[in-house]
């Protein structure tokens, strides 16, 4: 079966997340690879709690707070303009080398490409822009839509939506282990793309699909499910 859409994760997926330590090292923090590796987790644990207590703050704010977080527990002194900046960094994170390839692979076969992200849609829409690929994506579906985040089902639930199909018909691609068990869970063909060989999740539902970097992921989405 013809996938509908292919429809990607951003941050981590298409976007280089650790990229962002370029940035942390010239405001002068120490050791930038671990206090980007600690922002984005406390990133994703406000965004966790966030939907958890039907709270919602869009991802913009929760980048702010998750990097004042930071700064207070590594003994980080930065300024209002250098904490600004920081985040206004996630604006110019370059794409992955395999990325624009992939993408303009699918797009040879018809396939409509789209995104999935919790960050809100001006800025998913700048780091795109800034990336070179938002030409390629049909659309850019954000959390915002529904106030909650991955991997709450109303998030994936957008997609099908978009597209008018169900959700067997998407293929699913993410970086992020627990996001790729959520779309799994869903009911999407997930391909999981494990570029650093992490360790596989053991809460089942697993992905369909284990890819080495998206030069793999034409064969999963053109073959037969």
């Known amino acids: 079966m013809a996938a509908a859409a292919v429809v990607f ?4 997926t298409i976007l280089t997340i650790e990229s962002m330590a370029v940035h942390v090292d010239a405001a002068g923090v120490g050791d930038a690879p671990a ?10 644990e406000y965004a966790f709690l966030s939907s958890l207590a039907q709270r919602y703050r869009d991802f ?7 990097l004042e977080h930071t700064c207070a527990q590594r003994a980080v002194a930065l300024d209002v303009q250098q904490r600004a900046s920081l985040v206004e960094a996630w604006r110019t994170m370059p794409a992955y080398g395999d990325v624009a390839p992939a993408l303009r692979v699918l797009a040879g076969h018809g396939v ?3 995104v999935l992200t919790n960050g809100t849609p001006i800025s998913a829409d700048a780091a795109l822009e800034h990336a070179g690929v938002r030409a390629l994506l049909a659309d850019v579906l954000s959390v915002e839509a529904v106030r909650a985040y991955k991997p709450d089902p109303r998030v994936y639930a957008l997609a099908i939506e978009r597209f008018g199909c169900a959700p067997h018909e998407i293929v699913f691609v993410s970086s992020n282990g627990w996001d790729a068990w959520g ?3 869903f009911g999407f063909r997930v391909a999981w793309c494990n570029r650093v060989r992490n360790a596989p999740e053991t809460l089942l539902p ?6 080495a970097g998206l ?11």
């Open 112 to 114: 409509p490409l789209a």
């Open 35 to 44: 206090f980007v590796a600690d922002w984005r987790r406390k990133q994703l």
């Open 183 to 185: 779309a799994a869970r």
């Open 215 to 225: 030069h793999e992921l034409e064969r999963f989405v053109t073959g037969p499910p």
């Open 206 to 211: 697993a992905p369909e699909a284990t890819l």
């Open 9 to 12: 994760d951003l941050y981590g």
């Open 60 to 66: 913009d704010e929760l980048t702010a707070l998750a």
